[in-house]
Nanobody, 124 residues
Framework: QVQLVESGGGLVQPGGSLRLSCAAS????????MGWHRQGPGNKRELVAT???????NYADSVKGRFTISGNIAKNTVSLQMNSLEPEDTAVYYCKADRVRTYSGPIGTVDDYWGQGTQVTVSS
């Protein structure tokens, strides 16, 4: 099985910064990409940022210029640096690993995995 563990959430004032980190573990053969999604109160889960094993990054328009995704997909880690945080960024942030191949699963099988989420609250 594959486990994703997030860390780094918390309470921050508007304009502040936080850094989220995620590490995947288990019988992982390869991961296509990793990223972050979030779900605010009363909202659907939405994509925040993704990073592929090839180094391509993608961001939601609402976070461009404020958030930066980085990591080493080959080592199953990804981070999200969040600057200039706004109250609208308040949400549970989930780490996701895309198109994961494992040593233990049937050959050719790929699955996506989610972390349990970490709360980010932006408030004065």
């Amino acid at each position: 099985q594959v486990q994703l563990v997030e860390s780094g959430g918390g309470l921050v004032q508007p304009g502040g910064s936080l850094r989220l980190s995620c590490a995947a573990s288990g019988s992982i053969f390869s991961i296509y990409g990793m990223g972050w999604h979030r779900q605010g109160p009363g909202n659907k889960r939405e994509l925040v940022a993704t990073l592929t094993s090839g180094g391509s990054a993608n961001y939601a328009d609402s976070v461009k210029g404020r958030f930066t995704i980085s990591g080493n997909i080959a080592k199953n880690t990804v981070s999200l640096q969040m600057n200039s945080l706004e109250p609208e960024d308040t949400a549970v942030y989930y780490c996701k690993a895309d198109r994961v191949r494992t040593y233990s699963g049937p050959i050719g099988t790929v699955d996506d995995y989610w972390g349990q989420g970490t709360q980010v609250t932006v408030s004065s």
